[in-house]
C-alpha cells in the first residue's frame, strides 16, 4: 500500500521561485504536482516529476474543467489519497515592448496604459488572476479534506509603481492580493488558511536590465533575494508553524516596499 504524503499543486513550476520551491518541498518528502506552459524538464533532480506534471497554459480558460479533472485524478491516487495539503499559485506573465515599440520607447521595455490593448490585459489577468480562482475553486473540496492552505504569489509591483513592471502585470498582482484577502474571508471557516508572499527582486533568470543600480538605490539589504529565501517562507506559510497566519501578504524584498 502506497505511503500518503502530503501533496502541493504548484503553477509555474519550470524556473525561479517555483523550482525552488518544488527543491524545497520535494526535500520535506512532499509528493509535488506541478503545472506548467513548459514541458516537464528532465533534468529536474526529483522522482515522479514527470508522471506529476501538467503542461498548460493558464491563458487558455475554456481548458480549466479538464485541468480540474487531471488534477483531481492525481490527488486521488492512495499516494494522496484525495487530499490536497497545499496550493501554490505562483505563474505570473509580465510581457514587455518589443522591436519597434521599445525603439520609440528609449530602450525602455516597461508596457504602460498607452501601451496595452485588450488582448494583453486580457492573456495577464487569466494568467495571473482568474487562474488563481478558478483552481482554487475547483479543488476547494480536496483543500478542505486536508485542512489545507494556499499560497498566492503576489509582488512588490502591486503595491507600488515598479520601473520594470507593466500596467498589466501591476494591476493584476493588486487584484490577486484582494482576491487573497476574499479566499481568506471564504476558506477559513474551513479549516483553509490563504495568504499571499509579494516578492521583490529575485535573483532569477528574468531580471531586467538595470536591476544593479535599483538595488544599489532601493533596496536597504543592498543585495538581491535568493529564489530558495522566497520557497522557505512559501513553506513556513504552507506548514502548522503559521496555523493562526490567514489572509496576509507578507513582503520578501529586503526592505524595498519601506
Same mark, same amino acid.
Given at each position: 500500500?502506497?505511503?500518503?504524503?502530503?501533496?502541493?499543486?504548484?503553477?509555474?513550476?519550470?524556473?525561479?521561485?517555483?523550482?525552488?520551491?518544488?527543491?524545497?518541498?520535494?526535500?520535506?518528502?512532499?509528493?509535488?504536482?506541478?503545472?506548467?506552459?513548459?514541458?516537464?524538464?528532465?533534468?529536474?533532480?526529483?522522482?515522479?516529476?514527470?508522471?506529476?506534471?501538467?503542461?498548460?497554459?493558464?491563458?487558455?480558460?475554456?481548458?480549466?474543467?479538464?485541468?480540474?479533472?487531471?488534477?483531481?485524478?492525481?490527488?486521488?491516487?492512495?499516494?494522496?489519497?484525495?487530499?490536497?495539503?497545499?496550493?501554490?499559485?505562483?505563474?505570473?506573465?509580465?510581457?514587455?515592448?518589443?522591436?519597434?515599440?521599445?525603439?520609440?520607447?528609449?530602450?525602455?521595455?516597461?508596457?504602460?496604459?498607452?501601451?496595452?490593448?485588450?488582448?494583453?490585459?486580457?492573456?495577464?489577468?487569466?494568467?495571473?488572476?482568474?487562474?488563481?480562482?478558478?483552481?482554487?475553486?475547483? %479543488?476547494?473540496?480536496? =483543500?478542505?479534506?486536508? &485542512?489545507? #492552505?494556499? @499560497? +498566492?504569489?503576489?509582488? *512588490?509591483?502591486?503595491?507600488?509603481?515598479?520601473?520594470?513592471?507593466?500596467?498589466?502585470?501591476?494591476?493584476?498582482?493588486?487584484?490577486?492580493?484582494?482576491?487573497?484577502?476574499?479566499?481568506?474571508?471564504?476558506?477559513?471557516?474551513?479549516?483553509?488558511?490563504?495568504?499571499?508572499?509579494?516578492?521583490?527582486?529575485?535573483?532569477?533568470?528574468?531580471?531586467?536590465?538595470?536591476?544593479?543600480?535599483?538595488?544599489?538605490?532601493?533596496?536597504?539589504?543592498?543585495?538581491?533575494?535568493?529564489?530558495?529565501?522566497?520557497?522557505? %517562507?512559501?513553506?513556513? =506559510?504552507?506548514?502548522? &508553524?503559521? #496555523?493562526? @497566519? +490567514?489572509?496576509?501578504? *507578507?513582503?520578501?524584498?529586503?526592505?524595498?516596499?519601506?
Amino acid at each position: 500500500m502506497a505511503t500518503l504524503k502530503k501533496t502541493l499543486l504548484l503553477t509555474g513550476a519550470s524556473r525561479g521561485i517555483g523550482h525552488a520551491t518544488v527543491k524545497h518541498f520535494h526535500a520535506a518528502e512532499w509528493r509535488v504536482i506541478t503545472v506548467s506552459r513548459q514541458p516537464f524538464d528532465k533534468i529536474c533532480p526529483w522522482p515522479q516529476g514527470e508522471k506529476d506534471h501538467i503542461q498548460l497554459d493558464l491563458n487558455e480558460m475554456s481548458h480549466f474543467d479538464d485541468v480540474i479533472a487531471r488534477v483531481k485524478a492525481k490527488l486521488a491516487e492512495p499516494e494522496s489519497g484525495g487530499k490536497l495539503a497545499a496550493l501554490v499559485n505562483n505563474a505570473g506573465i509580465s510581457p514587455k515592448l518589443t522591436g519597434a515599440k521599445l525603439v520609440e520607447a528609449n530602450g525602455k521595455p516597461r508596457m504602460g496604459v498607452l501601451d496595452t490593448d485588450i488582448a494583453i490585459w486580457q492573456n495577464v489577468f487569466n494568467v495571473n488572476l482568474f487562474a488563481t480562482a478558478l483552481l482554487a475553486r475547483g %479543488l476547494f473540496d480536496e =483543500l478542505k479534506v486536508a &485542512q489545507g #492552505s494556499v @499560497v +498566492n504569489v503576489t509582488s *512588490i509591483a502591486g503595491g507600488k509603481v515598479h520601473p520594470f513592471a507593466g500596467v498589466a502585470y501591476a494591476t493584476s498582482k493588486a487584484a490577486l492580493a484582494a482576491l487573497t484577502r476574499e479566499m481568506a474571508h471564504d476558506f477559513g471557516p474551513h479549516g483553509v488558511r490563504c495568504n499571499a508572499i509579494a516578492p521583490g527582486e529575485i535573483d532569477t533568470s528574468i531580471l531586467s536590465p538595470g536591476t544593479d543600480a535599483l538595488v544599489e538605490k532601493e533596496i536597504p539589504m543592498k543585495r538581491l533575494g535568493k529564489p530558495s529565501e522566497v520557497a522557505q %517562507l512559501i513553506y513556513f =506559510l504552507c506548514t502548522s &508553524q503559521s #496555523s493562526y @497566519v +490567514n489572509g496576509a501578504e *507578507i513582503h520578501v524584498n529586503g526592505g524595498e516596499h519601506v
